[in-house]
């Protein structure tokens, strides 16, 4: 499997960006409405509040999924090597042997476009978590990759056959 994916170790880094962001952009509203309310500029305290703290939260969101990709997006090979999975996430390399690994999971969401179209919306995804007993292998991606599906069944089977082994 070859593509780019934001990747992680931790599920909550996505969650932490997005919190500071939000924290951030709140920080910088009550600024701007402090400026604000010191200049004599006449709006209605309601209004100018909602104004503000819509586009804000909206903006902070938006630009938390941005900041979020140019962190975490890597390129990421996925290969077979022997009696395991061999990871490339930009120049690191890590070497999971096949017996390591616990479980893995691969999903694929298929975004509904405007005209129903279940394909090439900007709402669909693709994630790829492998469980070792050291840590946990997050990789996420916005669009349709069907290799991990493919990197699923592959550590599916050499766990299935490990397990077969080890029982012997």
Known sequence: MKGKFNYSNSKFKKMSVRILLVLTFIFVFLFGIEIISNTSINLDGEVLLI??????????????????????????????????????????E??????????????????VGSRGSSKGSSRSSAKLVIYTNAE?????????????????????????????????
């Open 94 to 111: 890590i070497i999971i042997q096949m017996n390591k690994i616990r479980r893995v999971k691969a999903e694929l969401s298929y975004g």
């Open 51 to 92: 104004l503000f703290g819509t586009i804000y939260f909206v903006g902070a969101i938006y630009l938390s999924e941005i900041i979020y990709e140019k962190l975490f997006l890597k390129e990421v090979v996925i290969t077979k090597c022997t009696k395991g999975v061999r990871i490339l996430v930009g120049s690191d």
């Open 136 to 168: 946990v292998f997050h990789f996420t991606t916005s669009g349709i990759n069907e290799d991990v599906k493919k990197v699923e069944s592959y550590i599916n089977k050499g766990i299935e056959i490990n397990s077969q082994k080890s029982s012997k």
